[in-house]
T-cell receptor, first 112, second 113 residues
Framework: EAGVTQFPSHSVIEKGQTVTLRCDPI?????LYWYRRVMGKEIKFLLHFVKESKQDESGMPNNRFLAERTGGTYSTLKVQPAELEDSGVYFC??????????FGPGTRLTVT | GENVEQHPSTLSVQEGDSAVIKCTYSDSASNYFPWYKQELGKGPQLIIDIRSNVGEKKDQRIAVTLNKTAKHFSLHITETQPEDSAVYFC????????????FGAGTRLFVKA
């Protein structure tokens, strides 16, 4: 069974530019989560999809962040325009029933 | 909202010794407590979890304990090996209405051979 995959593994962009991160969950997992770890701090929850619906987006920092999950399969997280403080590692996780979440390798975003 | 505190931030042990990482949480509604291990360049990997109706759980060299009254839980690794070196995260989540998971800040464990 393939694990959670994320693309790209690393992205370097300039302040003001747009970046789109992609996550492919484990096949059959209805729950998809986005998290972010900034500067070695704790991993922070961003949002939770159940299939294509946003179940909880209370962790989204501001309206520069837009997450989508069309068709309930893969998900994208767009940052537009990017700011310096958006730098960090963005993780995606998926789960079938909700309890056990399987994480992807993360996308390291650097905003210069 | 929920807040999870994790200690220590760094832990160095000799191979074969035990390692203990402690966490506290603030929201009594949390009922699921996973532990993740993150190795360099990889995402967090679930290594063990415990639910609030259980006080202790063991899986080979790893054990977790949960004290609901005191709102704290701990990870115990016995007979540590160099490959146990990694960053460990504790977390808390509520099963009702979704599984928003709140993480601790992480513990960097070094196991010296």
């Amino acid at each position: 069974e393939a694990g959670v995959t994320q693309f790209p593994s690393h992205s370097v962009i300039e302040k003001g530019q747009t970046v789109t991160l992609r996550c492919d969950p484990i096949s059959g997992h209805d729950n998809l989560y986005w998290y972010r770890r900034v500067m070695g701090k704790e991993i922070k929850f961003l949002l939770h999809f159940v299939k294509e619906s946003k179940q909880d987006e209370s962790g989204m920092p501001n309206n520069r962040f837009l997450a989508e999950r069309t068709g309930g399969t893969y998900s994208t997280l767009k940052v537009q325009p990017a700011e310096l403080e958006d730098s960090g590692v963005y993780f995606c996780a998926s789960s079938k029933q909700g309890y056990e979440q399987y994480f992807g390798p993360g996308t390291r975003l650097t905003v210069t | 909202g929920e807040n999870v505190e994790q200690h220590p931030s760094t832990l160095s042990v000799q191979e074969g010794d035990s390692a203990v990482i402690k966490c506290t949480y603030s929201d009594s509604a949390s009922n699921y407590f996973p532990w993740y291990k993150q190795e360099l360049g990889k995402g967090p990997q679930l290594i063990i979890d415990i639910r609030s109706n259980v006080g202790e759980k063991k899986d080979q060299r790893i054990a977790v304990t949960l004290n609901k009254t005191a709102k704290h839980f701990s990870l115990h690794i016995t007979e540590t090996q160099p490959e146990d070196s990694a960053v460990y995260f504790c977390a808390a989540a509520q099963g009702t209405g979704g599984f928003k998971t709140i993480f601790g800040a992480g513990t960097r464990l070094f196991v010296k051979a």
